[in-house]
């Protein structure tokens, strides 16, 4: 089968200064995919990467096979079959949250307003903001935007959701609910999840498959299920970032 | 009491540095760089020996001190011994010691000779020329298709933007207008009196404020309010990762962001001239009532036959051309923004600062043209 998403010798660098080189991987549908690594090591950098924002030569990356600089262009493409939540929510501040969830779904879809609206309310009682829609960004808080952020992700129900850090600042409640919401989303709908994370208790908790990125080698140096890593890696960095989970993985 | 630190030689090949007293931040301190010349300058030196005395309390500074010591003794491969050292202050030096270095290729910070800097500020030159020309590129066909009527803008963010820069700008430029008027006035009539020809102030005033001033001035007044509020605006979107959320939403930033400012101002800024050119008429009109014996009816009059309709569509021409540059310099500064607030500020002084040098020297070429022409 064609993966999903597949990533072939990837160099990523800021002007000289090389993040990291030499990726691979595949990610495949229905995967909750995880990017881990230390801080610092260029997670949001590959995700930038993967989402086409830097400009990347051609037969680097590939979604279903097709190359990126092709399927970028498509206007369907960033619409219909990818949804990000950003690491700050970025939700855009001059609209209303229902503004913000609503605009993909009057540009993309042929629905009437009255759908729409009830089609937003349900994405936001989702992410739990039911009440909340005709408030502005700037007058929630920061887990708040995040979550709507989210319900702003999957207003047209993507084929490929990324997720930047999506529990960083939330509570571990709502951290469960949102990882509980990402299971169901992933089997109920089949989307595909790639998610860059530093939360352990997901970790374990929803991924399918991860990759490690070294800050040291600049490479992946651990590919796997989150288990797999943690037993067999013969990474001391693997070993060392994962094992403050350990608890969490056989609890 | 402040810190204390003392090297002595035990013999030929061992120093002693020993360290006693109060070491913080506040207090005064020796600096590691006299220990480690006297340490270089005794080439028989094998051994440094540290010692605590009567150490009462430290802070970072004589980690600072320690980690100076150390490292120059280990640049000389001498043998030191840190066994003496309190527990906290090797965990810390420790811990400082295990952070990864970032080993990028270290820019050489040498004064760059005359040939290197005329090279590098050319290169500057024709790298902002080059973006502001894809720029151009991209908002034409975004504004080519928009006519075409393949995109659309937003209704709600079009009549924001609109009312933005149309009906709130009126109270500074009517102030800004009034106040050129009256001034070109004075002036005119100081000099104009000496020869009793006090009527022709109505010529002056109505000419410049047709022709430039009004177009000048509104166009400088837009610059400095909404070009700037453009940039930083678009630029706080960057910072956020507004702009990226567009992107990635499908949602091209030049016509989402661009287009609407643009459009709004270059259909605005006419009617501001407008406003701008009448309003000065009336402040040069007030000028000529309070100080000389002109009448209303004839200062209106002689305007009237002084001003030709060449001059006000010179004026209008004009003043779409400066609202296009004001909000497109605007918005692509703003889109240039690198991801932190201090940019968003430096982002907005350099839109207005461009836009005003580029509205003046569009006049100037428009002053050309036109005199070709004979317009
Ligand atoms: N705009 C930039 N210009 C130059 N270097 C950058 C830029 N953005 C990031 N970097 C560098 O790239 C590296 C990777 O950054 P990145 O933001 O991808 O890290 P990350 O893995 O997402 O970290 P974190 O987990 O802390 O978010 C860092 O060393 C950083 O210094
Ligand atoms: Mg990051």
Known sequence: ?251 | MTGIAELKLENENIAIISIAGTWNIYENHPHAEEFIDTILSKPSLQKVDLKFVDLKSWDCVLINFLIHILNACESKNLTVNIDNIPTGIRRLIELSKSSPVRNISSTSRKKPTILEFIGSVGLLIFLSLRTFLDFMEKLWVGIISFIGGKVKIRSQEFAVVLQEVGVKALPIVFLISFLVGLIIAFVSILQLSQFGANIYVANLVGISMMREMGCIMTGIIMSGRTGAAFAATIGTMVVNDEVDALQTAGFSTINFLVLPRVIALTLMMPLLYIFSAFIGIFGGLCAAMFTTDLTVVRYCTQTANAVHLNDFFVGIIKSCFFGFLVAATGCQKGLQCKRSAEDVGLTTTTAVVTSIVAIIIMDAIFAIVFSLFGI
Request: hydrophobic share 40%; glycine share 8%.
């Open chain 1, 1 to 251: 089968m064609v993966p999903k998403i597949s990533v072939k010798n990837l160099n990523m660098a800021y002007d000289k200064y090389m993040v990291m080189r030499n990726l691979s991987f595949d990610v495949q549908q229905g995967e909750i995919f995880l990017i881990i690594g230390q801080s610092g090591c260029g997670k949001s950098t590959l995700l930038k990467y993967l989402l086409g924002l830097r400009r990347v030569n051609h037969q680097k990356i590939f979604y279903d096979g097709r190359d990126i600089n092709s399927v970028i262009n498509v206007p369907s493409f960033y619409g219909e079959k990818i949804g990000v939540l950003y690491q700050g929510g970025a939700l855009w501040s001059s609209m209303t949250l229902a503004e913000n969830v609503a605009l993909p779904l009057e540009t993309y879809t042929p629905l009437g307003r009255e759908e729409i609206e009830e089609i937003v309310t349900l994405k936001l009682s989702l992410v739990g903001l039911k009440g909340f829609e005709n408030f502005y960004p700037s007058q929630i808080s920061g887990g708040m935007q995040k979550r709507a952020g989210l319900a702003r992700a999957i207003a047209l129900d993507p084929e490929i959701l990324f997720f930047d850090e999506p529990s960083a600042g939330l509570d571990s409640v709502s951290a469960k609910r949102l990882d509980d919401l990402i299971l169901e989303l992933k089997e109920s709908l089949g989307i595909t999840v790639v998610i860059v994370t530093h939360d352990l208790a997901s970790i374990f908790a929803i991924g399918t498959r991860a990759i490690y990125l070294d800050v040291e080698s600049k490479t992946i140096t651990a590919m796997g299920t989150p288990h797999e890593l943690l037993m067999s890696s013969n990474d001391k960095n693997v070993i060392a970032f994962l094992s403050r989970g350990t608890k969490i993985a056989q609890g």
